[in-house]
């Protein structure tokens, strides 16, 4: 039976193409997939789902993830579908949005630390933390995915960036003030922080993942700045990839141009950046690490059509991208013609 266009042994054929560019094999094509959020409304009314409900149930969360692939053909499949297991399993509170139809979940309550120091005393980085918050719930999702689509399709696992966590667990008045008086306790709190990501990831891997993404959306050196990126969020990022298993993707958002050589230092083996950077400009400086990107997910994937996205796919393999990805988490309602049009 052929769903969105494609066959069974040609999804085969192109998850396994994936699966040898991750490991740093060169392959004849540059395929289209996402290591980042990418349901969709249709897919997940076709799965008769609730979005707000697929974060707390691993048979939701998995048939949510499946869904695009299953309706578009994108060989791909990535949970979970929020930015925020590892804060919860931290202690934060999240509001998962249940009065909101397609809203992604928030921390209900910021500044969990007060302090960088208060964060490496209070956090105990063991096997025990695996066990709190949602982090087996994605694990068993990882499980399941594997099961229904991991012959035909790539399945993801994503965590948050040190950096970007400590965004969402600290008292950012005080980060700030401490970033300035007292760095190397920010350092050390964003060490800690890697330390805890690479079991998750690790953890993720074990459940079936077939790689992990680092969505560092808040460590961007678009966002604070390329000396602040390379004083703290580099060294973090750079622990977390050595402890990581590979294939280990990175993702950072916003223009990041100025900045590539430093993304070029953190050790990831294929890096994903957004519609606002000068892909040649990167090609040039990212020689030995896999290029992913970059489609714009709202003016061309979301407000535009099957046409516009095969010409932003078109320049992007012309500006030689690796594989072609979305710049970002995908808008829930983007139509599922467009995600198929990536292909």
């Known amino acids: 039976m052929r769903r969105g266009g494609v066959t069974p042994p040609l999804r085969f054929?192109?998850?396994?193409?994936?699966?040898?560019?991750?490991?740093?094999?060169?392959?004849?094509?540059?395929?289209?997939?996402?290591?980042?959020?990418?349901?969709?409304?249709?897919?997940?009314?076709?799965?008769?789902?609730?979005?707000?409900?697929?974060?707390?149930?691993?048979?939701?969360?998995?048939?949510?993830?499946?869904?695009?692939?299953?309706?578009?053909?994108?060989?791909?499949?990535?949970?979970?579908?929020?930015?925020?297991?590892?804060?919860?399993?931290?202690?934060?509170?999240?509001?998962?949005?249940?009065d909101r139809e397609f809203e992604f979940p928030q921390v209900k309550r910021a500044g969990l630390f007060r302090s960088a120091k208060d964060l490496a005393t209070e956090i105990i980085v063991s096997t025990e933390i695996l066990e709190k918050g949602r982090i087996k719930l994605v694990c068993d999702a990882i499980k399941l995915?594997?099961?229904?689509?991991?012959?035909?399709?790539?399945?993801?696992?994503?965590?948050?960036?040190?950096?970007?966590?400590?965004?969402?667990?600290?008292?950012?008045?005080?980060?700030?003030?401490?970033?300035?008086?007292?760095?190397?306790?920010?350092?050390?709190?964003?060490?800690?922080?890697?330390?805890?990501?690479?079991?998750?990831g690790a953890a993720y891997r074990d459940a079936g993942a077939d790689f992990i993404t680092i969505h560092d959306m808040g460590g961007s050196p678009a966002f604070i700045g390329p000396a602040k990126f390379e004083q703290f969020a580099l060294p973090a990022e750079k622990l977390l990839i050595e402890k990581l298993p590979k294939p280990r993707v990175l993702s950072v958002c916003g223009n990041v141009t100025k900045a590539l050589s430093l993304l070029a230092q953190t050790g990831a083996d294929a890096i994903s950046l957004d519609q606002t950077v000068d892909l040649a400009a990167a090609r040039l400086a990212l020689k030995d690490t896999l290029l992913f990107g970059n489609l714009d997910p709202v003016e061309t994937l979301y407000r535009g059509d099957s046409a516009k996205v095969a010409e932003a796919v078109l320049r992007a393999k012309e500006a030689g991208v690796d594989a072609i990805w979305p710049g970002c988490d995908l808008v829930i309602q983007t139509p599922i013609q467009d995600v198929g049009a990536m292909k």
């Open 13 to 98: 054929n192109m998850r396994n193409k994936i699966l040898e560019l991750l490991s740093g094999k060169k392959i004849d094509s540059q395929p289209a997939f996402s290591g980042l959020i990418h349901v969709t409304a249709e897919g997940l009314s076709s799965e008769g789902l609730v979005f707000h409900e697929t974060h707390s149930d691993a048979h939701k969360m998995a048939k949510a993830a499946a869904s695009t692939y299953k309706l578009s053909g994108l060989p791909s499949a990535v949970v979970p579908l929020d930015l925020y297991v590892e804060a919860e399993a931290l202690g934060a509170e999240i509001n998962f949005r249940e």
């Open 145 to 200: 995915l594997k099961e229904d689509v991991g012959n035909n399709a790539v399945v993801g696992g994503m965590i948050p960036g040190p950096y970007t966590l400590l965004l969402l667990v600290a008292d950012l008045k005080n980060m700030f003030i401490e970033m300035k008086r007292e760095p190397q306790a920010v350092t050390d709190a964003l060490f800690h922080l890697s330390s805890f990501l690479a079991q998750v």
